[in-house]
């Protein structure tokens, strides 16, 4: 036992002995009066002491013992003195010790160790820690930190004592177009009593309030272009079965879902065959999503369609008994719960223009996706043999076949083709939302309303209505709230079709019945 308590001995001043912060100082930090100990360690922090992290976690640590008005640092693993003193440490103290930890980070070598301090410390600039945050700012060679820490240094400058000093901290802080940057200001302003200084402060915060509120106009914006772009590529593919070959196609829906399971099988596969080359399973699941959803489409028109062309009821019946039995299809396959699709690593994150304007990537992806489907879809119409033979059979089929077009074939291959684009679409939903038995379900009606609204058989008038109707939904949304946007987008649907039947965009011309 004896042997135990020297080593212990041995090893606490050991361990006192490898730490050269000063003696007095260590001890008013581990003991005495909570604003002393606050002040004492605001005064190692200002020096900036590379011994002071290792005392703080040695603290943090239950390894600082008090003997004598001494603190001492019990090594790791040796047993500390019997009559030593353990610290209290209180909440207060904790919070203190953390923020000097991430003070003391900021001088670190390494970048993403100083930039997690500046987050840290973002919302906890004061005078007492000024010192520090301007030696961090001398050495700092980050421009992106130094930037942020140039903001750091102003906030703590807005807890000085001197109302110049604070006046000219808002002047520096005007420029910035951070959300926290803003709150902070506020949170001054309310107890600033100099009025240059308020002046000041008051004139940042609407300039940067003006900052911001161009980046929300942005992100609404942007978000109202993404949700435009994801009906575009719903309804694509309706626009075909239903805009050029006048088929009701209530189970459209199930083909996106269709879509978006083979994205899912292709994932799973590649997770359990192919881990190291799982960034590039989208690649696979892409043509995947559209040879599985062409060909049940192209199923259901050979099976049951073809015996219904010029019967709109009993397609729309149909087509609606047959999305059912797809949905039971897949709840018996995969289970009636969600399943989550991962986005690749190259789709993970997002593009942060402003603090407050992010674009995400997988949502710049479908935007960009979603136009090259266009521009495929216009070319494959517009110069391709199947797309003229698609456009003679729908403007007149009879004429059609007088010339020896298979009529029946290019039905079939016009559907598998609308209902591929729907796979597509399928696959491109799986990258900003969980897949489920009910996907389909939560689009159809937005589908059709792009295709009624931009005008039967027309392409443009669906690009239109699409990214219309998304910019619009975002904007009453953000104004009444997203069941009064329905409604609204729903009405405004009902008058668009008591004017203009053909819809918005539709051809001019004499057609032939």
């Known amino acids: 036992m004896i042997k135990r308590l020297l080593l212990g001995w041995l090893l606490a001043v ?16 581990a003991a005495g009066d909570g604003d002393d100990r606050v002040a004492a360690l605001q005064q190692a922090l200002a020096t900036g002491d590379a011994s002071l992290g290792p005392f703080l976690r040695a603290l943090q640590d239950g390894r600082v013992r008090l003997k004598g008005g001494q603190a001492l640092v019990i090594a790791d693993g040796a047993m500390p003195p019997a009559d030593a003193e353990e610290p209290m440490l209180n909440n207060r103290m904790r919070r203190e010790i953390d923020a000097a930890l991430a003070g003391l980070d900021l001088l670190s070598p390494d970048r993403d160790a100083r930039a997690k301090a500046l987050a ?65 200001l506020l949170d001054k302003l309310g107890a600033e009593t100099d009025p240059a200084a308020k002046a000041a402060m008051q004139k940042a915060v609407d300039d940067i309030g003006g900052r911001l509120a161009w980046g929300e106009r942005a992100q609404l914006l942007f978000s109202g272009l993404s949700l435009g772009s994801v009906l575009l590529l719903v309804a694509l593919g309706l626009a075909i079965t239903y805009g050029l070959m006048g088929v009701i196609n209530m189970a459209h829906g199930e083909l996106l879902m269709v879509g978006a399971y083979a994205t899912y099988s292709v994932q799973q596969a590649f997770r359990a065959w192919a881990p190291v080359a799982f960034d590039y399973y989208l690649w696979l699941a892409l043509p995947a999503s559209f040879l599985a959803a062409a060909l049940v489409g192209a199923a259901m028109e050979r099976t049951v369609i073809r015996w219904l062309y010029g019967r709109p009821l009993e397609t729309l019946l149909a087509t609606w008994g047959i999305s059912l039995v797809l949905m039971q299809a897949v709840r018996s396959l995969f289970g009636a719960q969600n399943v989550a699709v991962e986005n690749p690593a190259w789709l993970s994150g997002g593009w942060a223009l402003l603090p407050n304007l992010t674009l995400p990537y ?83 009606v937005d589908a059709f309303m792009v295709v009624v609204l931009g005008g039967v058989g027309q392409l443009a008038g669906t690009v239109y209505a699409g990214l219309g109707l998304g910019v619009l939904a975002k904007l009453l949304e953000g104004w009444q709230g997203a069941v009064l946007a329905k409604i609204a987008l729903l009405l405004l649907l009902v008058l668009v079709i008591q004017k203009k039947p053909q819809g918005l965009f539709a051809l001019k011309g004499r057609s032939v019945e």
């Open 14 to 29: 050991l361990g006192c002995s490898a730490w050269a912060l000063p003696p007095e100082l260590a001890s008013r930090i």
């Open 120 to 184: 840290t410390l973002r919302d906890d600039a004061d005078e007492s820690k000024l010192p520090l945050f301007e030696k961090a700012l001398a050495a700092e060679t980050d421009a992106g930190l130094r930037a942020q820490l140039n903001s750091l240094v102003a906030g703590a400058k807005l807890s000085s004592t001197d109302a110049a000093q604070r006046k000219a901290a808002a002047t520096a802080l005007a420029g910035s177009a951070d959300p926290g940057t803003r709150a902070l």
């Open 362 to 444: 997988n949502r710049l992806a479908i935007l960009a996706f979603a136009a090259l489907v266009l521009v495929g879809m216009a070319l494959l119409l517009a110069k391709t043999r199947l797309g003229l033979m698609v456009r003679g059979v729908t403007q007149n089929r009879r004429m059609a076949a007088c010339v020896g077009v298979n009529t029946a074939k290019v039905d079939t291959m016009a559907f598998a083709l609308g209902s591929g684009i729907a796979g597509l679409a399928g696959c491109a939903l799986s990258q900003i939302g969980n897949v489920g038995p009910d996907l389909g379900q939560s689009y159809i």
